[in-house]
């Protein structure tokens, strides 16, 4: 999403088979009201009348005052901004406050169907280009980690799935978003009230390499969310691997 990687590929993160160049993309809107109102998920209303309010309204709290960009090295992002902005908290009320809307947003991180080209992937996640890139920002640069600096945010957390899942490795990068509860007993509610009651549960943990993983980021969205209860954290960005603890499996 920043222009620095378009024409860099050496910035010390992997990121699979691609290089960062080659996942580089292409703003499709000029504004991000303009793209939120392009999704189909929020109506002109909603957005006026719900989202805008709220985040003027926590802008003004001194919670949100308190969390301050920290400098991360290895980023390129060009962020001018010491403080979250009004965009950085659309942003997070739109990923917790709108399940539907941030289903779809998560799904164009990755393949919906079998060999779905990374062009299309790219072309679906283009109509989130201000939303992906503000939450990336969100996360990686206000976000807290395991390190002295980042409230020495420690595991486990825990992440559940309606389905199973394919496991390729048990270090992971979390580039995709991914929400996490520092409470087994929410994502577990979760399971016992989905249709089946079957699915994955996931213990993530930032104890697997003390001198990288502690500084994987996560952002605390329990304060700005709806579902305070949840205790919602979220990953995304994936510059640092997470190890899985424990994989559970529930079925009736």
């Not at 283009?126 to 939303?131: G, L, N, R, S, Y």
Request: aromatic share 14%; with cysteine.
């Amino acid at each position: 999403y920043w222009p620095w990687y378009k024409k860099n590929d050496d910035n010390g993160i992997q990121h699979g088979q691609y290089k960062p160049s080659e996942l580089y993309v292409d703003m499709k809107h000029a504004t991000f009201k303009q793209e939120i109102l392009e999704y189909g998920y929020i109506t002109t209303w909603e957005y006026n009348n719900l989202v805008i309010p709220k985040a003027k309204a926590y802008l003004k709290t001194a919670l949100c005052k308190s969390i301050l960009i920290t400098f991360n090295p290895h980023l390129h992002y060009d962020i001018d901004a010491q403080k979250l902005t009004r965009d950085n908290l659309i942003a997070l009320i739109l990923y917790t406050d709108f399940a539907k809307l941030a289903k779809e947003f998560a799904s164009t991180f990755r393949q919906i169907r079998l060999n779905e080209s990374l062009q299309s992937i790219k072309s679906r996640n283009q109509k989130f280009w201000w939303m992906a890139k503000t939450l990336r920002e969100t996360v990686q640069c206000f976000g807290d980690n395991g390190s002295p600096s980042g409230q020495q945010l420690k595991g486990p957390f825990y992440a559940s799935y309606y389905r199973s899942i394919n496991v390729p490795e048990f270090n992971l990068r979390l580039n995709s978003p991914v929400s996490v509860s520092k409470h087994i007993e929410v994502v577990t509610r979760f399971m016992n009230t989905s249709n089946d009651s079957k699915g994955v549960i996931l213990i993530l943990n930032n104890n697997g390499d003390y001198d990288s993983s502690r500084y994987l980021r996560s952002f605390n969205l329990s304060w700005i969310s709806k579902y305070k209860e949840e205790d919602e954290r979220m990953f995304m960005g994936g510059d640092w691997r997470i190890r899985i603890e424990t994989i559970g499996v529930i079925s009736n």
